[in-house]
């Protein structure tokens, strides 16, 4: 019996020590950027897109996990103004690409993290779009109370097919590529 409570003392000490060394910061939505750029045969669109929130969990000093809602419906081409730039983040907006009125937000949860070198992780996340979710992987730095990562998403995954090559014949100059890249910095 006495084993058994000392067993049982162990386990109550090495799991609130597992919480302990876990740490949750919270990013700062209004000083982080998400940017992107999409590109097409004839050229680019480059814009933002907001974060609804955010958080990366630490295990003393190391990446540990994140999740991160992005707000769709903020989606702003930066490369156009006027009448240009509503009409593309309105057609961004529709159901050809974000469907933003059904699916307003995307959302990203980190799954497995690797370290790759001093404070560079590799990670592994599911990526939710349109209510569809599919794996990503990228490499993300962690700086002081930054973090900052580039990848690339292919869109037809999540159902975003207008103008692909790969989904459309004879498209011409109007074809779009299917990856789109993000560029975020992240302050927490």
Request: glycine share 8%; charged share 25%; aromatic share 10%.
């Amino acid at each position: 019996m006495k084993n058994l409570k000392t067993i049982a003392l162990a386990l109550v000490v090495a799991l609130s020590s597992v919480s302990i060394n876990a740490q949750t910061k919270k990013v700062d939505v209004k000083t982080s950027t998400v940017k992107w750029v999409g590109k097409k045969v004839t050229g680019e669109h480059s814009g933002t897109v907001n974060l609804k929130d955010g958080a990366l969990v630490f295990k003393g000093k190391k990446l540990a996990g994140g999740t991160f809602t992005v707000d769709m419906t903020s989606i702003n081409a930066t490369d156009l103004s006027g009448e240009y730039q509503g009409k593309l983040n309105g057609h961004l907006k529709a159901d050809d690409f974000f469907g933003t009125e059904k699916f307003p937000t995307a959302k990203l949860v980190f799954k497995t993290i690797g370290a790759k070198a001093t404070d560079v992780y590799t990670v592994t996340a599911d990526l939710t779009i349109k209510g569809i979710t599919k794996p990503v992987t990228f490499d993300i730095t962690v700086n002081g109370n930054t973090a900052t990562t580039a990848f690339k998403v292919d869109r037809t995954k999540y159902d975003i097919k207008y103008n692909s090559g790969n989904f459309f014949e004879n498209l011409g100059d109007k074809t779009i590529n299917d990856d789109f890249e993000l560029t975020v910095a992240l302050k927490f």
